[in-house]
């Protein structure tokens, strides 16, 4: 059967189109009710398929070689759980009072997530970096991310409720590493063959980000969160996702440079320590602040998935390009 192409370039990604596309289902038709609590055990499932995955997928010699490039993953660990905050955190403190707590304590949580796995990887192979780096400093920060960011929330935003306990850890950990360690006993039987069909991984990467952007915004639709929003406060949440995104991605770029690594691995840190992980940072959020208006909190850090999004692909295609220019 003939494939159908569109006779033009679309100026904006198919997967954020795919984004803003759910975000708009969940606006018209919000899961409620029975309908809310299976997409909560659908959308359960599917991350911990991913975080599987992931597992199955890292191989003990890549985690060998990232952890002994430790000049690289200390950069990326920096700019994820020291940067990054310190940023969000100067940023909100200036700001709260035109956000509100719920969106300023968002942007805050935003900022103590860890990097993501799958796009980091993706935009690394792109603009031609060192992957095997970027697929262990990715997962790696994940891995820290399940005790990491309760511990930052509980220092940075104890007083809206967050916090770290062993409850919270139990449930993170169930969820996220319990499937990544899975994965990695797998790995003898399933790794060849998941890294033979990489569209598999990228399918529910991509699949369990959407059923989660739909699952909370649905919430947030029930509960009539989003009524609270103003045009300026969304406006300046946006305003705030650039200046936090454009801050790391200066400084890494600068740090890479500065410190004598390859292109390659300044390609690495540039997309490994600028990003977020929604993957984890939604079901986190849900344990860590349940009964609150999840929805809101999670608001900052769902517009900056997608704004990474933008800027890493235009800046992939950037570095490859220059890598494609004779010398």
């Known amino acids: 059967m003939p494939s159908f ?25 919000p899961a409620h009710g029975i309908g809310a609590e299976i997409m909560d055990k659908v959308t359960y499932l599917a991350v911990g398929l991913l975080f599987f995955l992931y597992g199955a997928r890292l191989s003990p010699k890549a985690i060998v070689e990232g952890i002994l490039h430790w000049r690289l993953q200390s950069l990326v660990f920096i700019s994820t759980f020291v940067l990054f905050p310190l940023v969000g955190l100067a940023l909100t403190t200036l700001l709260k009072p035109l956000l509100g707590a719920d969106l300023a304590f968002g942007l805050m949580f935003l900022a103590v997530l860890p990097s993501t796995v799958q796009s980091s990887i993706a935009f690394t ?12 400093s990715a997962s790696v920060s994940n891995i820290l991310g399940i005790l990491l ?33 899975l994965g990695q006993l ?18 529910v990467d991509r699949g369990s980000i959407l059923l989660i952007v739909y699952a909370a915004f649905s919430e947030g639709m029930v509960a009539g969160i989003w009524s609270q929003l103003t045009w300026s406060s969304l406006s300046l949440v946006v305003i705030i996702d650039v200046v936090m995104l454009a801050i790391v991605l200066i ?24 990003k977020k992980s929604m993957a984890s940072g939604i079901p986190m959020a849900n344990i860590l602040f349940a009964g609150q208006s999840v929805g809101l909190i999670v608001l900052p850090l769902m517009l900056f998935h997608q704004l990474q999004l933008i800027a890493c692909a235009a800046m992939a295609r950037r570095y490859a390009a220059r890598a494609d220019t004779p010398a």
Do not use: M
Not at 5 to 29: E, M, N, S
Not at 186 to 203: C, D, E, M, Y
């Open 5 to 29: 192409r569109l006779p033009f370039k679309l100026p904006i990604d198919g997967y954020v189109l795919a984004l803003l596309a759910t975000v708009a289902i969940a606006a018209v038709l």
């Open 125 to 136: 192979s792109i603009a031609r970096g060192n992957v095997p780096a970027a697929l262990c």
């Open 251 to 274: 400084v890494t770029t600068w740090a890479a440079r500065r410190l004598g690594f390859s292109k390659a691995d300044e390609i690495a840190i540039v997309f490994c320590g600028s």
């Open 149 to 181: 960011t309760p511990a930052l929330v509980a220092l940075l935003l104890s007083s809206h409720g967050g916090g770290l306990d062993l409850t919270s850890l139990r449930d993170i950990g169930l969820q996220l590493l319990l499937p990544f360690a």
């Open 186 to 203: 797998a790995r003898p039987l399933l790794g060849n063959w998941i890294v033979r069909h990489k569209q598999l991984t990228s399918f």
